[in-house]
């Protein structure tokens, strides 16, 4: 092996392992998850009372999956949201947060996660957490940059279509090791909502929809391609100088 690549290889091997979460978009319209699951469980928010402030638990309707909502707020469908144009949904405005934390009598755990996300603007941000451990953080700008112009405008009537914001049901498929226990869901500015529904958790088996490029990932390949490549060329300097 040429030196100079055994000089580069231990810097690229020093690099953190991070968690691998895929994010994945469903077709325009399509409002629940089209992945497979071992098991799953999908929360529609329709039994739950009106009004901020909701501490509730939920079995994901009869799944294997608990979930406890703290400090969420629920409201009637609208223009802004409510999966389907009817029932009701969570949101949080302003800078408010809430959190959803999940447990199973399953050994697999939790590795996935995915919700219909309406009106989505750049300040509606996600945290994943394992225990205490943060260990992947969602913001809307890849998916804004990649949905369609198909998913703009609320495909629910009556409300009206709200054409200047995507509606787009997102996937976050877990896998590493990681397994999720604990979400929290934030809007990072004042003047705006994080309207979401059908919040759906389970062991999946096959992924859905449409991937989005991890941006920290491809930097990193650009990176490490881009040393070996100033390594090859230094070394074929140094060989022709050598001739």
């Keep these: 092996m040429p030196p100079a690549l055994l000089l580069l290889l231990p810097v690229l091997a020093a690099a953190p392992a991070a968690a691998v979460v895929v994010v ?7 409002q629940n998850s089209t992945a497979t699951f071992d098991f799953m469980g999908v929360e529609t928010f329709e039994s739950r009372p009106l009004g901020p402030g909701q501490t509730f638990t939920t079995s994901f309707g009869g799944s294997a999956i608990t979930g406890t909502y703290r400090n969420v ?4 469908a609208d223009l802004w949201g409510g999966a389907g144009g009817s029932g009701r949904y969570p949101v949080n405005f302003g800078t408010a947060e809430y959190e959803l934390e999940l447990a199973t009598s399953r050994p697999e755990g939790v590795n996935y996660f995915g919700f219909w996300l309406s009106a989505l603007d750049s300040r509606n941000l996600l945290r994943f957490y394992d225990g205490p451990s943060l ?3 969602f913001t809307p700008a890849d998916v804004l940059a990649n949905v369609t112009p198909q998913h703009f405008c609320n495909p ?5 279509r709200a054409c200047h914001e995507p509606f787009v049901f997102v996937n976050f498929f877990m ?3 990681e397994r999720l226990t604990r979400v929290v ?3 990072s500015g004042g003047g705006t909502g994080f309207e979401s529904d059908n919040h759906t958790v389970g062991y999946f088996t096959h992924m859905s929809g449409n991937a989005i490029p991890e941006p920290g990932t491809w930097a990193m390949l650009i990176v ?3 040393l070996i490549g100033l390594a090859m060329r230094r070394r074929r300097d140094t060989l022709s100088a050598g001739a």
């Design 73 to 76: 707020q629920i409201i009637p």
């Design 156 to 160: 629910n009537a009556p409300f009206g």
């Design 224 to 226: 490490g391609f881009g």
């Design 185 to 187: 869901f934030t809007n």
């Design 135 to 137: 260990f992947f953080t």
């Design 24 to 30: 994945t978009y469903e077709a325009p319209g399509v």
């Design 175 to 177: 896998t590493g090791s």
